[in-house]
């Protein structure tokens, strides 16, 4: 591809303030995706007591109603790479709004648990969709001296779409209308979708399709400097010059399989600590510590608060303490806080006492998972993948997400069943101590080291821990 920035006439000029207010707009704007994937999270936690006692059905069904939205999210999360090339980062985050909606109202509607299911897979090809497409919009859009904040921006609005649905839950739960539950997300969901139709297109995939005036347009109204947009536009000429080939690299080069298994690790990881056990399943785990209906709604709430203000504590010290040193303080705080909780269920929760300082433990947990595994393993997993395998290796870590994601889901309360409250957390609490052992023998420092370097160490056979810095 030619370089193409000198080539493509002046566009009008934008006053610069003008256009950083409007860069910052259209960023918030498609982060407002994070808090459509936070309230489908939120809602089933608070909902699904009402919807087992309505329905008359088992814990099993409960868990195949939690865990469908995550098998949406993983097949559209396989499709929204190839959505995303073909029909643009922008359509992509539409026809997911969309689903979303249309999801929503199916949930509120739903005549039985098997359409409970369908409406719950639909939406999960929306938010597998938005999580694909939406960070790597914000990317391509965001000005470079804002992106990382731009892009912590998406992981906070999904931590604030779960505090708002946990919220939302509290208030329906006195009346016990689950279908408002689910149904009223569709508001939301609607006017993000009204939203999306004023984002404009992402300069890096009109370029992508031969669109450069179009791009060249974008850029002024987004930076509003003609240097600026001239150099940014030549950055992405020189970068589409290294085609993706991902599947062909992975089955010719051991050092990229290394990349994508260190990538699905860490996704593995993250989910197996625990967390969205308690998102799921919140009030079921206040109930086993005494609570009645409305004080388990309202420290689920409480937890999606404490989620929310604790990615602020990763947000501020990524950069400075690094990824490592961060990942193994939550991870002990995780095995802490879940030893605790299961530790004072095997002994049993009888004073109000013994009640508060439970949740407080768990309360820890939540802080633990904010501040480190929560956003942290995201980070890594974009920064390990060399350039020419990194839609590849991102796509292939976030379906093993959404996979893992789905079995935790599926099998929490089979587990409670099984071997106990206390048991389960135990279980948990011991696989978090396990991953400090992971952390130190397999995931780098990529603190301060460019992706060049990181990607340079990792074709020269370096061990995955001295890929970094």
């Given at each position: 591809m030619n370089t193409?920035?000198?080539?493509?006439?002046?566009?009008?000029?934008?006053?610069?303030?003008?256009?950083?207010?409007t860069a910052v707009f259209t960023c918030v704007l498609a982060a407002l995706a994070g808090l459509m994937f936070g309230l489908d999270i939120g809602v089933i936690s608070g909902a699904s007591?009402?919807?087992?006692?309505?329905?008359?059905?088992?814990?099993?069904?409960?868990?195949?109603?939690?865990?469908?939205?995550?098998?949406?999210?993983?097949?559209?999360?396989?499709?929204?790479?190839w959505m995303s090339?073909?029909?643009?980062?922008?359509?992509?985050?539409?026809?997911?709004?969309?689903?979303?909606?249309?999801?929503?109202?199916?949930?509120?509607g739903a005549w039985s648990p098997e359409a409970l299911i369908a409406a719950r897979l639909?939406?999960?090809?929306?938010?597998?969709?938005a999580t694909f497409t939406a960070p790597l919009y914000l990317a391509e859009v965001a000005p470079e001296h804002i992106r990382g904040a731009m892009i912590s921006l998406y992981q906070l609005m999904i931590t604030i779409g779960i505090l708002v649905a946990f919220l939302s839950d509290t208030a329906f739960s006195y009346s016990g209308n689950w279908r408002w539950m689910l149904g009223i997300i569709a508001i939301p969901g609607a006017l993000f979708l009204l939203g999306v139709f004023f984002l404009p297109d992402s300069p890096r995939w009109l370029m992508m399709r031969g669109r450069v005036r179009e791009a060249h347009g974008v850029l002024m109204r987004l930076r509003g400097d003609e240097s600026v947009a001239h150099r940014e536009m030549t950055d992405i000429s020189e970068q589409l010059k290294t085609p993706q080939r991902g599947w062909h690299l992975f089955l010719e080069n051991t050092n990229f399989r290394r990349s994508v298994g260190l990538g699905v690790l860490l996704q593995l990881m993250q989910q197996f600590t625990g967390m969205n056990v308690v998102m799921y399943y919140a009030p079921r785990i206040f109930e086993g510590m005494g609570y009645d209906t409305q004080s388990q709604l309202w420290f689920t709430a409480a937890v999606g608060l404490t989620n929310v203000l604790a990615t602020f504590i990763a947000i501020g010290l990524v950069d400075r303490l690094g990824r490592k040193p961060i990942l193994?303080?939550?991870?002990?705080?995780?095995?802490?806080?879940?030893?605790?909780?299961?530790?004072?269920?095997?002994?049993?929760?009888?004073?109000?006492?013994?009640?508060?300082?439970?949740?407080?433990?768990?309360?820890?947990?939540?802080?633990?998972?904010?501040?480190?595994?929560?956003?942290l393993v995201w980070t890594l997993c974009s920064e390990v993948q060399p350039l020419k395998g990194r839609d590849?290796?991102?796509?292939?870590?976030?379906f093993t997400n959404w996979i893992a994601n789905m079995i935790v889901g599926a099998t929490f309360l089979s587990l409670l069943h099984g071997i106990g409250n206390a048991a389960t957390f135990g279980l948990y609490a011991g696989l978090n101590l396990v991953f400090i052992v992971l952390t130190f023998w397999l995931v780098p420092e990529t603190k301060g080291v460019t992706l060049e370097q990181i990607e340079g160490k990792l074709m020269a056979g370096k061990r995955l821990r001295e890929i970094g810095r």
């Amino acid at each position: 591809m030619n370089t193409v920035a000198p080539t493509v006439s002046a566009s009008p000029a934008v006053p610069v303030a003008a256009s950083r207010t409007t860069a910052v707009f259209t960023c918030v704007l498609a982060a407002l995706a994070g808090l459509m994937f936070g309230l489908d999270i939120g809602v089933i936690s608070g909902a699904s007591q009402f919807i087992q006692k309505e329905f008359q059905i088992s814990d099993h069904m409960i868990e195949w109603i939690v865990s469908s939205m995550m098998l949406g999210a993983a097949i559209g999360a396989l499709g929204a790479s190839w959505m995303s090339a073909a029909l643009g980062r922008k359509r992509s985050l539409i026809l997911g709004a969309v689903l979303f909606v249309a999801g929503s109202l199916l949930c509120g509607g739903a005549w039985s648990p098997e359409a409970l299911i369908a409406a719950r897979l639909i939406l999960g090809l929306a938010i597998g969709i938005a999580t694909f497409t939406a960070p790597l919009y914000l990317a391509e859009v965001a000005p470079e001296h804002i992106r990382g904040a731009m892009i912590s921006l998406y992981q906070l609005m999904i931590t604030i779409g779960i505090l708002v649905a946990f919220l939302s839950d509290t208030a329906f739960s006195y009346s016990g209308n689950w279908r408002w539950m689910l149904g009223i997300i569709a508001i939301p969901g609607a006017l993000f979708l009204l939203g999306v139709f004023f984002l404009p297109d992402s300069p890096r995939w009109l370029m992508m399709r031969g669109r450069v005036r179009e791009a060249h347009g974008v850029l002024m109204r987004l930076r509003g400097d003609e240097s600026v947009a001239h150099r940014e536009m030549t950055d992405i000429s020189e970068q589409l010059k290294t085609p993706q080939r991902g599947w062909h690299l992975f089955l010719e080069n051991t050092n990229f399989r290394r990349s994508v298994g260190l990538g699905v690790l860490l996704q593995l990881m993250q989910q197996f600590t625990g967390m969205n056990v308690v998102m799921y399943y919140a009030p079921r785990i206040f109930e086993g510590m005494g609570y009645d209906t409305q004080s388990q709604l309202w420290f689920t709430a409480a937890v999606g608060l404490t989620n929310v203000l604790a990615t602020f504590i990763a947000i501020g010290l990524v950069d400075r303490l690094g990824r490592k040193p961060i990942l193994y303080i939550g991870f002990v705080v995780m095995a802490l806080g879940l030893g605790v909780v299961g530790a004072m269920m095997h002994g049993g929760i009888t004073t109000h006492v013994e009640q508060i300082f439970t949740v407080g433990m768990l309360l820890v947990f939540i802080v633990g998972f904010a501040m480190s595994a929560g956003p942290l393993v995201w980070t890594l997993c974009s920064e390990v993948q060399p350039l020419k395998g990194r839609d590849f290796g991102i796509g292939c870590s976030t379906f093993t997400n959404w996979i893992a994601n789905m079995i935790v889901g599926a099998t929490f309360l089979s587990l409670l069943h099984g071997i106990g409250n206390a048991a389960t957390f135990g279980l948990y609490a011991g696989l978090n101590l396990v991953f400090i052992v992971l952390t130190f023998w397999l995931v780098p420092e990529t603190k301060g080291v460019t992706l060049e370097q990181i990607e340079g160490k990792l074709m020269a056979g370096k061990r995955l821990r001295e890929i970094g810095r």
